[in-house]
């Protein structure tokens, strides 16, 4: 089946560890997105990247980083810089070109607790 | 940054009701797009819309693109108890179009009283 997967679902670090969470699509598309949201809170754009091997912070990139190596592949460290990272993060991707480009596919999220 | 606003926050409603949630902003946007969240899972989507004034259902859902381009609007008809959950508003603006970000809305939290 065609989709995002994101692993793993939850994931639990020290204080000070960096932790990467991974995100992989087989939907061919060329756009994917990394948000983070906090309880009752919308969500905030981390990173996202628009084609292989380049990629543009978002409105909240401090503290974290992004490699797109692979088209399929987008994974979102969390470094130590990152002031408060407990929190829900969800990865999305998206078609370019026609009228479609736009909507964006979320996958199921990995709830991090940082202790 | 750019955010939209959606309302009403929150909705408690008997199952059988129709629901009607909204989202306005002060930009112009060239897509609007409706979102569902279970708790603990990624937001599903509902509806695209990509034209003023287009109307769009699915199933017991229907959503509108408002005619300004500035506003849309979702209804649920006859509530059932797996309508529960955080209805989000997503919207492209025509100066993103280049980068596909989207600008979300706070979210609607939806229960549904059996």
């Known amino acids: 089946d065609g989709g995002i997967t994101q692993s793993p679902k939850y994931l639990f670090r020290k204080e000070g560890q960096n932790v990467t969470l991974s995100c992989e699509q087989n939907?061919?598309?060329?756009?994917m997105y990394w948000y983070r949201q906090d309880p009752g809170q919308g969500l905030r754009l981390i990173y996202y990247?628009?084609?292989?091997?380049?990629?543009q912070k978002g409105d909240i990139a401090e503290g974290y980083s992004v490699s797109r190596e692979k088209k399929e592949s987008f994974p979102l460290t969390v470094t130590s810089a990152q002031k408060n990272p407990t929190a829900f993060y969800l990865c999305?991707?998206?078609?370019?070109?026609?009228?479609?480009?736009?909507?964006?596919?979320f996958g199921p999220g990995t709830r991090l607790t940082v202790l | 940054g750019q955010q939209l606003n959606q309302s009403p926050q929150s909705m408690f409603i008997q199952e059988g009701e129709d629901v009607s949630m909204n989202c306005t902003s002060s930009s112009i946007f060239n897509t609007w797009l409706w979102y569902k969240q279970d708790p603990g899972e990624g937001p599903v989507l509902l509806i695209a819309?990509?034209?003023?004034?287009e109307l769009t259902s699915n199933g017991r859902l229907t959503a509108q693109f408002g005619i300004t381009r500035k506003d849309s609007f979702l209804n649920i008809s006859a509530s059932i108890p797996s309508d529960v959950g955080i209805y989000f508003c997503a919207g492209a603006t025509v100066g993103s179009s280049n980068t596909g970000k989207l600008i979300f809305g706070q979210g609607t939290t939806l229960q549904v009283k059996p």
């Open positions: 990247s628009q084609i292989v091997n380049d990629f």
């Open positions: 939907l061919n598309h060329d756009a």
């Open positions: 819309l990509y034209k003023a004034g």
């Open positions: 999305a991707s998206s078609p370019r070109g026609a009228e479609s480009t736009d909507t964006q596919y």
